[in-house]
Every structure is written in C-alpha cells, then in structure tokens.
C-alpha cells in the first residue's frame, strides 16, 4: 500500500516477470518477538529462475560472471517464454470481497489507511483521543515528483495526498483474487 502514483505497477510486473517469481501466501506464523498481537501470515516470493547477475569485473577462471549481453540475452529469452493471456472475466467482483475498507489487519488499533498515512508524512498532527491514530495533518514528501505536499483530514481538502492500492482490487479479481480465501484477499486489500 502506498500513495498512488502511475507508472510503477508496470515496472513491478516486468521485474517479477524477467525473474520468473510467484507469490505464495505461507500459512506458518512468525514467531512473536515482543508483541502479543497476532500477525498475518507472510507473503513469501519464490523464485523459479535464476537471478541475472551483472558484473563489470572481468571474470575469473573458477566461476565465469555473466557479461551485460548475456543477462541481456537471458532477460530476452525469459520474456519470449513468457505468456500473455488475456484477463479472466470480471463475472462475481465486489469491492465486500476484500473485507471492509481500511480494515485494522495488523491489530494495532488504527485501519491501515492511518497506519499508511502515519509512515508516509512527515510533521503529522493527530486526533485527539486516537492514541495517535487518526491523522490530521502532515507533509507528504512525494517521491515521484519531488514536491512536498500539504495534507490535511477533510472533506475536500485531503484529496491532495489519497491513498490507493498498487494493484487495484478488480485488476487483481481479474488476475487470480477469486481464487484466494476471505482471509487472504482482506490481507491483500490491506497490504502495506
């Protein structure tokens, strides 16, 4: 989950496409370290290829490094095998599918939206009587444009800073969401 900014879901997509990875949900949990709170399961990346590795050192005699034409290659080769198939039907997407909006996944008291809200600004104001929960004001520092920009909580004048998911809910339906459980998708919805 981060502020929404276009042009970065396609980047991702084509990294995780040229290393060939999967994302699997693991049903172990972690070990608590100094919290009672539960935590979700992790989402764990597995590889099914290689990585590229590109060096600029000459290779050496007991392990030859790859050149910058061959990772090319490598990379090539990976996007030819790759296949492109249309979406899955929208058919059965509701938004109620992925548990309510802004949920509290990680039981700390505060939805997801003030948690994203609390990392992402900086010189933030809080409700009163929230336990620093509900954010009122901040400065978002905007990565992809450099700028600093004023947020503050209100009908009207918050939509300068909104906060989106990376990969919208009906894209990710379309992509695989239906088949993951209740549980899975509000963790999905709700991933930071």
């Known amino acids: 989950m981060r502020v929404?900014?276009?042009g970065r879901v396609a980047v991702l997509l084509l990294?995780?496409?040229?290393?060939?990875?999967a994302v699997e949900t693991s049903s172990a949990q972690?070990?608590?370290?100094?919290?009672?709170?539960?935590?979700?399961?992790p989402i764990v990346i597995r590889t099914e290829a290689p990585p590229i590795t590109i060096s600029?050192?000459?290779?050496?005699?007991?392990?030859?490094?790859?050149?910058?034409e061959k990772a090319a290659s490598q990379a090539q080769s990976l996007?030819?095998?790759?296949?492109?198939?249309g979406r899955a039907p929208k058919s059965g997407y509701d938004r109620g599918l992925f548990g309510s909006a802004w949920s509290d996944t990680d039981?700390?008291?505060?939805d997801t939206r003030n948690d994203i809200?609390?990392?992402?600004?900086?010189?933030?104001?809080?409700?009163?009587?929230?336990?620093d929960c509900v954010v009122l004001t901040g400065v978002l520092d905007d990565p992809y444009t450099g700028e600093s920009i004023a947020f503050?909580?209100?009908?009207?004048?918050?939509?300068?800073?909104?906060?989106d998911h990376v990969i919208a809910l009906s894209d990710a339906w379309q992509k695989g969401a239906q088949n993951l459980s209740p549980e899975q998708r509000v963790r999905f919805a709700n991933d930071p």
């Not at 990294?15 to 990875?21: E, N």
């Not at 972690?30 to 399961?41: G, L």
């Not at 809200?117 to 336990?131: F, H, I, M, P």
């Open 79 to 85: 996007l030819d095998d790759l296949q492109v198939k």
């Open 15 to 21: 990294a995780i496409a040229l290393t060939g990875c």
């Open 4 to 6: 929404a900014r276009p």
């Open 117 to 131: 809200l609390r990392r992402d600004l900086d010189v933030t104001s809080y409700k009163s009587g929230t336990r």
């Open 30 to 41: 972690p070990p608590a370290a100094h919290s009672t709170s539960s935590t979700a399961p």
């Open 107 to 110: 039981h700390n008291g505060c």
């Open 152 to 163: 503050e909580r209100g009908q009207g004048t918050s939509n300068a800073v909104q906060i």
């Open 56 to 68: 600029s050192e000459a290779p050496t005699q007991s392990r030859e490094q790859p050149t910058k």
